[in-house]
């Protein structure tokens, strides 16, 4: 990790002395030179701190605030250099006359940009909920459910809210939908069940004819902060079971229940967090399906989209969809025109949409809420709504 933060570092300053030729090239003004290498130096120092001293104690409060100024600082830049670098090919060429007044302005557009989209995505984005709409089709679906609409949610993170006007609009837009039934895939909170308290009555308020149902995720167990015991970690996530409870949603743990509709039934499966690499194996899939018939249609809520491959895909019962999250997207990347980009696929082959293998499908969902950093970039905060059709 801490490697893969230094690659970073090296390329923003690399990008950040390269880019100051530019701004030394348009004006001579010392104030603006001054101005340019102090704000990058106190940025320097609040990232470097804050990750090579968090073994020391290094305040943790700031993190997100360092995020949203380091990508401020770094991405446009760094954008913007490919217009220099191609200029000093042709100097080099030419005896290195000075610098060309008109490319580094060329420069300084380039990265307005990107800034000005990272400047709206770290202000605004975080509440810039996006519906996705899918289209499923199963030729054993019972004739009932033909239609059936599900509305996903995931990765809540209540502990990063502050703005009641913003959540109430994602939830507004959740009841828009008239969906069938809301699944909720994990990560309610960041580590603690009082994170919910404010917002109890908000989420309360969601509403399906045929029930809300969800699961835990990783950072709903209270894994990533120091409790004064085992025992008080242990009732922060009877807590939370309880807040399931009070916002109206069935949690599911390693089970499954039946949806009826006209006398026919769907199976829903909910397993507790089971994650690759360093994150905890809770889940049960063999116990949470075990009372489920092999021929109905199932549906499994899973809150790392890495289950899918490692115990999912292969299993040895048909599980027609899976609904994921986790990802966040990393809250950072680009969406356009069908292109989809984050630096989150480099550890996640599946980590936003939509994915099929073997007759069955993994939805990922970007994430109502967000974590670290404050606010969305090019990935916004999802509201899925999957319709489900016989044939």
Do not use: C
């Amino acid at each position: 990790m801490k490697k893969r933060v230094l690659y970073i570092i090296l390329l923003w300053l690399f990008a950040d002395v390269y880019f100051y030729t530019a701004v030394e090239t348009l004006t001579a003004n010392p104030a603006w030179h001054w101005a340019y290498w102090s704000a990058d130096i106190l940025i320097l120092i609040g990232v470097v701190y804050t990750i090579f001293g968090r073994k020391r104690g290094a305040v943790q409060g700031g993190v997100s605030w360092l995020m949203s100024l380091l990508l401020l600082s770094a991405v446009p830049k760094i954008l913007g250099t490919p217009v220099l670098l191609i200029e000093d090919v042709v100097r080099m060429f030419q005896g290195f006359p000075p610098r060309s007044v008109w490319v580094s302005q060329l420069a300084l557009v380039v990265a307005a940009i990107p800034f000005l989209g990272l400047l709206f995505g770290l202000t605004r984005g975080r509440h810039h909920y996006q519906v996705h709409k899918e289209t499923l089709h199963f030729p054993d679906l019972p004739a009932a459910f033909d239609g059936f609409k599900i509305t996903q949610l995931s990765d809540i993170h209540a502990g990063s809210f502050s703005d009641a006007k913003g959540v109430n609009k994602g939830i507004d837009l959740v009841n828009a939908q008239h969906s069938d039934v809301i699944l909720f895939t994990g990560d309610l909170v960041n580590n603690k069940a009082t994170e919910m308290d404010p917002w109890i009555s908000s989420f309360a308020r969601l509403q399906a004819p045929h029930g809300k149902y969800s699961v835990l995720g990783n950072h709903d167990y209270g894994d990533y902060m120091q409790w004064p015991s085992e025992a008080a970690k242990a009732a922060n996530l009877v807590d939370l079971k309880d807040v399931h409870k009070k916002i109206g949603f069935r949690l599911l743990l390693d089970e499954s229940v039946k949806i009826e509709k006209d006398g026919q039934s769907i199976a829903l499966i909910g397993v507790e967090n089971w994650g690759k690499g360093g994150f905890h194996k809770y889940g049960d899939l063999e116990n949470a399906i075990k009372n489920v018939d092999d021929d109905q249609v199932k549906i499994l809520m899973s809150h790392d989209p890495s289950h899918w491959e490692a115990k999912t895909l292969n299993h040895l019962k048909h599980i027609h969809l899976t609904l994921a999250g986790h990802t966040h997207g990393a809250q950072f990347g680009i969406e356009l025109f069908g292109f989809k980009w984050s630096p989150i696929k480099y550890v996640y082959k599946q980590w936003a949409g939509l994915y099929k293998q073997k007759d069955r499908y993994l939805y990922v969902n970007r994430g109502f809420g967000f974590l670290g950093l404050k606010g969305r970039v090019g990935i916004w905060p999802e509201i899925t709504v999957i319709t489900l059709r016989k044939g």
